[in-house]
């Protein structure tokens, strides 16, 4: 059973950094790709980043240069650095990957950007 947990989240000021982690179960987790996505309210969830079995990453527009995705197939985990962090970026973070043509996400950790 394909198992996605998140955390790390929680409150940072403007300009702070933090690192979520999503941890894995239940699959062969080092050849799927895994993706993070935020959902802000009354809109669709949005990638953020993504990164391939062969550690290939994307990013969105609005975070490239500020976050890193990265995984540790030791560990079943798949990171996200936030650095220089915009009030903007609050919202729920979620992981997703793709086993078998079915899509799992976590439940994910809610990170807020304020003063």
């Known amino acids: 059973q394909v198992r996605l947990v998140e955390s790390g989240g929680g409150l940072v000021q403007p300009g702070g950094s933090l690192r979520l982690s999503c941890a894995a179960s239940?699959?062969?987790?080092?050849?799927?790709?895994m993706g993070w996505y935020c959902q802000a309210p009354g809109k669709q969830r949005e990638l953020v980043a993504s990164?391939?079995?062969?550690?290939?990453?994307n990013y969105a527009d609005s975070v490239k240069g500020r976050f890193t995705i990265s995984r540790d197939n030791a560990k079943y985990t798949l990171y996200l650095q936030m650095n220089s962090l915009k009030p903007k970026d609050t919202t729920v973070y979620y992981c997703?990957?793709?086993?078998?043509?079915?899509?799992?996400w976590g439940k994910g950790t809610r990170v807020t950007v304020s003063t």
């Open positions: 997703k990957t793709n086993v078998l043509g079915m899509n799992y």
């Open positions: 239940g699959y062969f987790f080092s050849i799927y790709s």
């Open positions: 990164i391939t079995s062969g550690t290939s990453t």
